[in-house]
Protein backbone atom coordinates (compact mmCIF):
# COMPACT_ATOMS: atom_id res chain seq x y z
CA UNK A 1 0.00 0.00 0.00
CA UNK A 2 2.59 2.66 1.21
CA UNK A 3 6.21 1.60 -0.38
CA UNK A 4 8.39 2.99 2.09
CA UNK A 5 12.43 3.78 1.16
CA UNK A 6 14.46 1.06 2.65
CA UNK A 7 16.10 -1.78 1.00
CA UNK A 8 14.91 -5.27 1.48
CA UNK A 9 16.52 -7.11 3.93
CA UNK A 10 18.10 -4.03 5.67
CA UNK A 11 18.10 -3.71 9.81
CA UNK A 12 14.69 -1.04 8.77
CA UNK A 13 13.15 -3.49 6.92
CA UNK A 14 13.14 -6.33 8.81
CA UNK A 15 11.44 -3.91 11.74
CA UNK A 16 9.28 -2.10 9.39
CA UNK A 17 5.99 -3.38 8.37
CA UNK A 18 2.21 -2.30 7.00
CA UNK A 19 -0.72 -2.68 8.54
CA UNK A 20 -2.34 -3.47 4.79
CA UNK A 21 -0.57 -7.27 5.11
CA UNK A 22 -3.09 -7.71 7.50
CA UNK A 23 -5.53 -8.33 4.95
CA UNK A 24 -3.91 -11.27 3.42
CA UNK A 25 -4.00 -13.11 6.95
CA UNK A 26 -7.73 -12.19 7.40
CA UNK A 27 -9.00 -13.05 4.01
CA UNK A 28 -7.16 -16.54 4.37
CA UNK A 29 -9.30 -17.26 7.38
CA UNK A 30 -12.44 -16.31 6.34
CA UNK A 31 -12.87 -16.90 2.38
CA UNK A 32 -13.67 -20.91 2.82
CA UNK A 33 -16.66 -19.29 4.21
CA UNK A 34 -17.76 -16.42 2.32
CA UNK A 35 -16.99 -18.80 -0.97
CA UNK A 36 -19.11 -20.85 0.55
CA UNK A 37 -22.05 -18.49 1.48
CA UNK A 38 -21.90 -16.92 -2.38
CA UNK A 39 -21.97 -20.39 -3.60
CA UNK A 40 -25.81 -20.24 -1.76
CA UNK A 41 -26.17 -16.84 -3.60
CA UNK A 42 -25.59 -17.57 -7.08
CA UNK A 43 -24.44 -20.43 -9.55
CA UNK A 44 -22.81 -17.98 -11.81
CA UNK A 45 -19.24 -18.58 -10.86
CA UNK A 46 -18.21 -15.21 -12.43
CA UNK A 47 -21.20 -13.22 -10.40
CA UNK A 48 -19.35 -15.91 -7.34
CA UNK A 49 -15.84 -14.28 -8.38
CA UNK A 50 -17.20 -10.68 -8.65
CA UNK A 51 -18.67 -10.78 -5.28
CA UNK A 52 -16.00 -12.48 -3.24
CA UNK A 53 -14.19 -9.52 -4.93
CA UNK A 54 -16.05 -7.05 -3.85
CA UNK A 55 -15.81 -8.23 -0.12
CA UNK A 56 -12.24 -8.52 -0.49
CA UNK A 57 -12.22 -4.55 -1.39
CA UNK A 58 -14.70 -4.27 1.30
CA UNK A 59 -12.13 -5.96 3.91
CA UNK A 60 -9.17 -3.55 2.66
CA UNK A 61 -11.33 -0.62 3.20
CA UNK A 62 -12.43 -1.70 6.79
CA UNK A 63 -8.82 -2.25 7.54
CA UNK A 64 -9.06 -5.74 9.70
CA UNK A 65 -6.26 -4.30 12.16
CA UNK A 66 -9.58 -2.31 13.58
CA UNK A 67 -10.63 -5.79 15.25
CA UNK A 68 -8.92 -7.98 17.66
CA UNK A 69 -8.42 -10.98 15.17
CA UNK A 70 -7.78 -13.36 17.91
CA UNK A 71 -11.09 -13.17 18.86
CA UNK A 72 -14.03 -14.99 17.61
CA UNK A 73 -16.93 -12.36 18.02
CA UNK A 74 -14.62 -10.22 16.00
CA UNK A 75 -13.92 -12.28 13.41
CA UNK A 76 -17.70 -13.25 13.20
CA UNK A 77 -18.33 -9.48 13.59
CA UNK A 78 -15.89 -8.54 10.56
CA UNK A 79 -17.70 -11.56 8.48
CA UNK A 80 -21.29 -10.35 9.14
CA UNK A 81 -19.86 -7.29 7.51
CA UNK A 82 -18.56 -8.42 4.38
CA UNK A 83 -21.43 -11.14 4.12
CA UNK A 84 -23.80 -8.13 4.24
CA UNK A 85 -21.20 -6.12 1.83
CA UNK A 86 -21.84 -9.34 -0.69
CA UNK A 87 -25.62 -9.15 -0.42
CA UNK A 88 -26.06 -5.40 -0.96
CA UNK A 89 -24.08 -5.56 -4.42
CA UNK A 90 -26.23 -8.65 -5.21
CA UNK A 91 -29.24 -6.90 -4.59
CA UNK A 92 -28.42 -4.22 -6.38
CA UNK A 93 -27.30 -6.23 -9.35
CA UNK A 94 -30.56 -8.19 -8.74
CA UNK A 95 -32.95 -4.65 -9.24
CA UNK A 96 -30.21 -3.48 -12.48
CA UNK A 97 -30.80 -6.64 -14.15
CA UNK A 98 -34.72 -7.41 -13.31
CA UNK A 99 -35.71 -9.14 -16.01
CA UNK A 100 -32.49 -10.60 -17.53
CA UNK A 101 -31.76 -14.28 -16.69
CA UNK A 102 -28.21 -13.91 -17.00
CA UNK A 103 -25.90 -10.86 -16.30
CA UNK A 104 -24.79 -8.89 -19.14
CA UNK A 105 -21.32 -9.17 -20.63
CA UNK A 106 -18.86 -7.65 -18.68
CA UNK A 107 -17.01 -6.39 -21.94
CA UNK A 108 -19.98 -4.39 -22.78
CA UNK B 1 11.82 20.44 33.50
CA UNK B 2 12.04 18.70 30.42
CA UNK B 3 9.73 20.77 28.42
CA UNK B 4 7.15 18.44 26.27
CA UNK B 5 8.95 17.01 23.03
CA UNK B 6 7.46 14.92 20.74
CA UNK B 7 10.79 14.47 18.97
CA UNK B 8 11.82 13.02 22.65
CA UNK B 9 9.32 10.44 22.59
CA UNK B 10 9.85 9.35 19.01
CA UNK B 11 13.50 8.98 19.46
CA UNK B 12 12.97 7.22 22.63
CA UNK B 13 10.11 4.89 20.86
CA UNK B 14 12.79 4.27 18.61
CA UNK B 15 15.30 2.66 20.99
CA UNK B 16 12.53 -0.37 21.57
CA UNK B 17 11.97 -1.12 17.43
CA UNK B 18 12.25 -5.06 17.20
CA UNK B 19 11.91 -5.17 20.91
CA UNK B 20 9.42 -8.36 21.01
CA UNK B 21 8.02 -10.31 23.74
CA UNK B 22 9.54 -13.49 23.76
CA UNK B 23 6.81 -16.05 25.88
CA UNK B 24 9.79 -18.36 27.21
CA UNK B 25 11.75 -15.49 28.51
CA UNK B 26 9.13 -13.12 29.78
CA UNK B 27 10.42 -13.78 33.41
CA UNK B 28 10.14 -11.45 35.80
CA UNK B 29 12.49 -8.50 34.83
CA UNK B 30 12.13 -8.37 31.44
CA UNK B 31 11.56 -5.90 29.49
CA UNK B 32 7.79 -6.15 29.01
CA UNK B 33 7.49 -7.04 32.78
CA UNK B 34 9.46 -3.59 33.20
CA UNK B 35 6.80 -1.79 30.96
CA UNK B 36 3.87 -3.41 33.15
CA UNK B 37 5.42 -2.66 36.54
CA UNK B 38 5.19 1.48 35.04
CA UNK B 39 1.59 1.04 34.66
CA UNK B 40 0.96 0.60 38.11
CA UNK B 41 -2.75 -0.28 37.55
CA UNK B 42 -2.04 -3.43 35.56
CA UNK B 43 -5.52 -5.40 36.55
CA UNK B 44 -7.11 -2.82 34.71
CA UNK B 45 -5.88 -3.94 31.45
CA UNK B 46 -6.49 -7.05 29.60
CA UNK B 47 -4.00 -9.76 30.25
CA UNK B 48 -1.08 -9.74 27.85
CA UNK B 49 -1.36 -6.09 25.94
CA UNK B 50 1.40 -4.17 26.07
CA UNK B 51 1.18 -1.46 23.75
CA UNK B 52 -0.30 1.68 26.19
CA UNK B 53 2.86 0.41 28.45
CA UNK B 54 5.41 1.13 25.95
CA UNK B 55 4.10 4.79 24.77
CA UNK B 56 4.02 4.94 28.72
CA UNK B 57 7.45 3.66 29.52
CA UNK B 58 8.57 5.62 26.76
CA UNK B 59 6.73 8.86 27.89
CA UNK B 60 7.92 9.47 31.25
CA UNK B 61 11.74 8.29 30.67
CA UNK B 62 12.01 10.36 27.58
CA UNK B 63 10.72 13.38 29.60
CA UNK B 64 12.48 12.05 32.80
CA UNK B 65 14.74 14.78 34.43
CA UNK B 66 17.37 12.88 36.42
CA UNK B 67 18.18 16.27 37.91
CA UNK B 68 14.79 16.99 39.42
CA UNK B 69 14.17 13.61 39.64
CA UNK B 70 10.59 13.76 38.27
CA UNK B 71 9.28 13.20 34.66
CA UNK B 72 7.21 15.68 33.32
CA UNK B 73 5.69 13.37 30.97
CA UNK B 74 1.54 14.41 31.41
CA UNK B 75 -0.32 11.50 30.37
CA UNK B 76 0.45 9.61 33.74
CA UNK B 77 -1.86 6.74 34.91
CA UNK B 78 -3.69 5.66 31.64
CA UNK B 79 -3.70 2.11 30.80
CA UNK B 80 -5.51 1.67 28.07
CA UNK B 81 -6.12 3.10 24.78
CA UNK B 82 -9.54 4.30 25.92
CA UNK B 83 -8.30 5.43 29.24
CA UNK B 84 -5.74 7.13 27.16
CA UNK B 85 -9.10 8.46 24.84
CA UNK B 86 -10.77 10.07 27.95
CA UNK B 87 -7.89 11.58 29.42
CA UNK B 88 -7.49 13.37 25.94
CA UNK B 89 -11.47 14.28 26.10
CA UNK B 90 -10.95 15.84 29.30
CA UNK B 91 -7.65 18.01 28.59
CA UNK B 92 -9.38 18.88 24.74
CA UNK B 93 -6.22 17.27 23.12
CA UNK B 94 -8.10 14.69 21.00
CA UNK B 95 -7.73 15.63 17.44
CA UNK B 96 -8.85 13.98 13.78
CA UNK B 97 -5.73 15.23 12.34
CA UNK B 98 -2.11 13.70 13.18
CA UNK B 99 0.93 15.67 13.92
CA UNK B 100 4.40 13.75 14.59
CA UNK B 101 4.52 12.34 18.06
CA UNK B 102 0.90 12.06 18.81
CA UNK B 103 -0.43 8.90 20.28
CA UNK B 104 -2.69 7.63 17.70
CA UNK B 105 -5.90 6.02 18.98
CA UNK B 106 -7.53 3.00 16.84
CA UNK B 107 -11.26 2.40 17.19
CA UNK B 108 -12.97 -0.75 17.27
CA UNK B 109 -16.38 -1.12 16.07
CA UNK B 110 -17.27 -4.18 18.03
CA UNK B 111 -15.56 -2.86 21.50
CA UNK B 112 -16.61 0.80 20.57
CA UNK B 113 -13.84 2.13 22.18
CA UNK B 114 -10.44 2.44 21.48
CA UNK B 115 -8.64 -0.13 21.49
CA UNK B 116 -5.21 0.25 19.89
CA UNK B 117 -2.47 3.19 20.78
CA UNK B 118 0.69 3.62 19.08
CA UNK B 119 3.15 6.68 18.23
CA UNK B 120 2.98 8.81 15.06
CA UNK B 121 6.12 9.42 13.93
CA UNK B 122 5.34 10.66 10.06
CA UNK B 123 2.29 11.70 8.48
CA UNK B 124 2.66 10.39 4.58
CA UNK B 125 -0.42 11.70 3.31
CA UNK B 126 -4.51 12.63 3.42
CA UNK B 127 -7.31 10.82 1.26
CA UNK B 128 -10.63 9.99 0.96
CA UNK B 129 -12.10 6.88 0.06
CA UNK B 130 -15.81 5.66 -0.58
CA UNK B 131 -18.57 7.20 0.93
CA UNK B 132 -16.47 10.05 1.72
CA UNK B 133 -14.66 8.38 4.27
CA UNK B 134 -11.44 10.10 5.30
CA UNK B 135 -8.21 8.25 6.11
CA UNK B 136 -4.36 9.47 7.06
CA UNK B 137 -1.50 7.59 6.04
CA UNK B 138 0.90 7.55 8.79
CA UNK B 139 4.75 5.77 9.91
CA UNK B 140 3.70 4.57 13.71
CA UNK B 141 6.04 2.47 16.42
CA UNK B 142 3.63 0.29 18.24
CA UNK B 143 4.25 -1.98 20.55
CA UNK B 144 2.24 -5.71 20.69
CA UNK B 145 2.22 -5.76 16.97
CA UNK B 146 3.67 -7.61 14.32
CA UNK B 147 4.86 -6.82 10.14
CA UNK B 148 1.10 -6.93 9.62
CA UNK B 149 -0.04 -4.85 12.30
CA UNK B 150 -2.23 -7.24 14.19
CA UNK B 151 -2.66 -6.54 17.50
CA UNK B 152 -1.31 -8.78 20.26
CA UNK B 153 1.27 -10.13 18.38
CA UNK B 154 4.21 -9.72 20.89
CA UNK B 155 6.41 -6.95 18.93
CA UNK B 156 7.88 -3.69 18.81
CA UNK B 157 7.27 -2.58 15.25
CA UNK B 158 7.39 0.30 12.71
CA UNK B 159 4.70 0.35 10.44
CA UNK B 160 3.15 1.98 7.77
CA UNK B 161 -0.42 2.19 8.77
CA UNK B 162 -3.73 3.99 7.12
CA UNK B 163 -5.95 5.40 10.13
CA UNK B 164 -9.90 6.30 9.54
CA UNK B 165 -11.09 9.61 11.20
CA UNK B 166 -14.20 8.91 10.03
CA UNK B 167 -14.35 5.58 11.68
CA UNK B 168 -13.45 7.01 15.08
CA UNK B 169 -10.02 7.06 15.42
CA UNK B 170 -8.28 10.36 16.66
CA UNK B 171 -5.06 11.25 18.40
CA UNK B 172 -3.86 12.36 21.38
CA UNK B 173 -2.25 15.55 21.34
CA UNK B 174 -0.16 15.50 24.57
CA UNK B 175 2.35 18.15 23.35
CA UNK B 176 -0.38 20.80 23.60
CA UNK B 177 -0.38 20.37 27.43
CA UNK B 178 0.94 22.69 29.75
CA UNK B 179 3.58 21.23 32.41
CA UNK B 180 3.01 24.34 34.64
CA UNK B 181 -0.78 24.09 34.11
CA UNK B 182 -0.92 20.19 34.37
CA UNK B 183 1.03 20.49 38.17
CA UNK B 184 -0.51 23.37 38.69
CA UNK B 185 -4.02 21.47 38.24
CA UNK B 186 -2.74 18.34 40.99
CA UNK B 187 -5.16 18.77 43.79
CA UNK B 188 -7.93 19.93 41.87
CA UNK B 189 -8.58 16.47 40.02
CA UNK B 190 -12.50 16.31 38.48
CA UNK B 191 -14.07 12.96 39.30
CA UNK B 192 -13.12 12.43 34.95
CA UNK B 193 -8.90 13.52 35.09
CA UNK B 194 -6.96 10.69 35.86
CA UNK B 195 -4.47 12.06 38.41
CA UNK B 196 -0.05 11.25 38.57
CA UNK B 197 0.64 8.66 40.74
CA UNK B 198 3.09 10.02 43.00
CA UNK B 199 4.76 6.83 43.38
CA UNK B 200 6.14 7.29 39.71
CA UNK B 201 7.16 10.68 39.78
Known amino acids: MRALPHSPGSRVASHTGDSSL???????????????????MTNDTEEQEDLLQEALVELWVIDPTRFDLRERA?????RRLLMNRMWDVWRIERRLFRGSRSRPDASL | M??????????????????GEHVADHTEGGVI?????????????????WDVALIQHCGYWSHFDHRME??????TGATTANEL????????VLLDEPEAGDVFLQFSPTRQAFFRAGIVVRVCGHGLLAHNRTYVDLLTIEGDTDESGRFGQGKTMRLARRLSPS??????????????AHVGQRGHASSTEIVPRKDLL
Open chain 2, 70 to 75: RSSWPV
Open chain 1, 22 to 40: AVAHVWDKLEHSLHSAVCR
Open chain 1, 74 to 78: DLAYL
Open chain 2, 33 to 49: DRFFRRRGNATSALPGE
Open chain 2, 167 to 180: AGDRFLRWADLDVL
Open chain 2, 85 to 92: GLFGVARG
Open chain 2, 2 to 19: IRLSPQLLIVTASAFIGV
